[in-house]
Antibody
Framework: EVQLVESGGGLVQPGGSLRLSCAAS????????MNWVRQAPGKGLDWVAV???????FYSDSVNGRFSISRDNSKNTLYLQMDSLRVDDTAVYYC?????????????WGPGTLVTVSS | QSVLTQPPSVSAAPGQKVTISCSGS????????VSWYQHLPGTAPRLLIY???QRPSGIPARFSGSKSGTSATLDITGLQTGDEADYYC????????????FGGGTKVTVL
């Protein structure tokens, strides 16, 4: 059974850093395009970052240069290093596995971890 | 502001039908496949529909999707109290770097 479980969220001051983890089971993170998606309070879903099977990474404009996505194949875990955090980064962060059939879609999600950026 | 446009809320009585619309443009819905997700706060979002109208295993036939031009629709028939949740449409956008774009979400209320 495919399972994703995020951890590492918490309260951090503006300008601070935090590293989120997403432990995967039932498949290997190296074999899939793995993503981070967030949901700010009262808002919709918003894509943050992706790491491709070959290791290429891409980011939304709002986090480019501040966030870094990576993975540890030996631990089968996805990470999101978040630096220079801002108040508007406050959100629940989900890791999601990208699948492809005729089109792209997210076929598995974790329950999320809450990041609060506040002084 | 979300790339795709959904109504904020829809409601109906148990057993009835609700329809959720999702409007986009040529660069997203108009040229790519649409997926739909059910989300209860505090839980993992769940894939309901992919490739416009395909259901993953375990998703009841009460949930169906369609697409026409730059718009897509999710229908829920035989509404149940357990269907109360937020629903999001998503698709690829050919004009952006990577990742799916989403609608702002629609809250379904069972009266």
């Amino acid at each position: 059974e495919v399972q994703l479980v995020e951890s590492g969220g918490g309260l951090v001051q503006p300008g601070g850093s935090l590293r989120l983890s997403c432990a995967a089971s039932g498949f290997s993170v190296i074999d899939k395009y793995m993503n981070w998606v967030r949901q700010a309070p009262g808002k919709g879903l918003d894509w943050v970052a992706v790491i491709y099977t070959g290791g290429s990474t891409f980011y939304s404009d709002s986090v480019n240069g501040r966030f870094s996505i990576s993975r540890d194949n030996s631990k089968n875990t996805l990470y999101l290093q978040m630096d220079s955090l801002r108040v508007d980064d406050t959100a629940v962060y989900y890791c999601a596995r990208l699948a492809y059939s005729s089109g792209y879609y997210y076929d598995s999600w974790g329950p999320g971890t809450l990041v609060t950026v506040s002084s | 502001q979300s790339v795709l446009t959904q109504p904020p809320s829809v409601s109906a009585a148990p057993g009835q039908k609700v329809t959720i619309s999702c409007s986009g443009s040529r660069s997203n819905i108009g040229s790519n496949y649409v997926s739909w997700y059910q989300h209860l706060p505090g839980t993992a979002p769940r894939l309901l529909i992919y490739d416009n109208n395909q259901r993953p295993s375990g998703i009841p036939a009460r949930f169906s999707g369609s697409k026409s031009g730059t718009s897509a629709t999710l229908d829920i028939t035989g509404l149940q109290t357990g269907d109360e949740a937020d629903y999001y449409c998503g698709t690829w956008d050919s004009s952006l770097s990577a990742g799916l774009v989403f609608g702002g979400g629609t809250k379904v209320t069972v009266l």
